[in-house]
């Protein structure tokens, strides 16, 4: 799958604005009133599963901006005794 650089940058800047958002809900939870045990439970696996997200993200899109673009494709390696099959084009009829 090939992924534009635009998008690319767009998705890792994506991650790196999740991964501030949900550690400052992670760092406000903490200072706002008392409130039942479940409630930090539950806030607390959906910061951590969403900074996996984001990581997981960034990573991605990381890789797909660091990658060789389209236009420099190189061939892979044949071995010298491998025959490279070509397509046969039908002659037109006169």
């Not at 890792?12 to 008392?34: H, Q, R, T, V």
């Not at 539950?42 to 901006?65: D, P």
């Amino acid at each position: 799958m090939n992924i534009s650089r635009r998008a690319s940058g767009f998705v890792l800047g994506l991650a790196a604005f999740m991964i501030f958002e949900w550690l400052m809900l992670a760092k406000n939870l903490g200072s706002g009133p008392g409130r039942p045990t479940a409630y930090y439970v539950v806030h607390g696996i959906l910061v951590c599963v969403n900074i996996v997200l984001a990581v997981i993200l960034g990573v991605i899109s990381w890789r797909a901006w660091a990658s060789p673009r389209r236009g420099q494709h190189q061939e892979p390696e044949r071995r010298a005794d491998e025959r490279v099959e070509r397509p046969v084009r039908d002659e037109p009829s006169a």
